[in-house]
């Protein structure tokens, strides 16, 4: 069950028609987030809905630029999720610092950063300036579940 919307972002997020997710279960043996000082550290988060991924494959191939942008969104969104979990209220979030996305990627497709905006714009149009970041977008062969899409965060808190 999940709690009324208490803050500002999530809020935010209910505009967008937007809701959190619960917190991913992890897929082997680490933790989804961990606070370390004023920053929390988000382990690679998969596009997961409900448990389920709404697509496997490699970008290029099996999987669409588009429905790969979309699922970066998605992957940041469970990425707020989890910087939640650690941290209480998503009010506290001062700025993303880092987003790295990891494509899978047919060996032709060089499109690696549009499909990571996914994640950027979505950032940026939920916190505004507090979600402009340094990113990396990394094309990979093969990614956990067969994801499309994994996408970690480095977000700094009050």
Same mark, same amino acid.
Do not use: W
């Given at each position: ?19 959190? +997710? ?24 998969? +596009? ?58 047919? +060996?032709?497709?060089?499109?690696? +950063? ?45």
């Amino acid at each position: 069950m999940q709690e009324a919307t208490s803050s500002r972002v999530e809020a935010r997020l209910a505009e967008l028609g937007l809701t959190l +997710p619960s917190v991913a279960k992890p897929v082997a043996a680490y933790l989804p987030a961990l606070v370390t000082g004023n920053y929390v550290y988000t382990s690679g988060q998969l +596009p997961l809905i409900n448990g389920e991924l709404p697509a496997v494959g490699k970008v290029g191939a099996e999987v669409s630029a588009e429905d790969a942008k979309a699922q970066a969104q998605t992957c940041a969104l469970n990425a707020l999720a989890a910087i939640k979990s650690v941290i209480g209220d998503l009010d506290r979030v001062k700025r993303i610092v880092k987003v790295v996305g990891f494509v899978a990627s047919d +060996p032709s497709f060089t499109g690696q +950063p549009a499909v990571v905006n996914g994640a950027s714009e979505f950032f940026g149009e939920v916190l505004g300036d507090a979600g402009l970041h340094a990113r990396s977008a990394v094309g990979v062969a093969v990614l956990p579940l067969d994801a499309a899409v994994e996408v970690e965060v480095i977000a700094e808190f009050e």
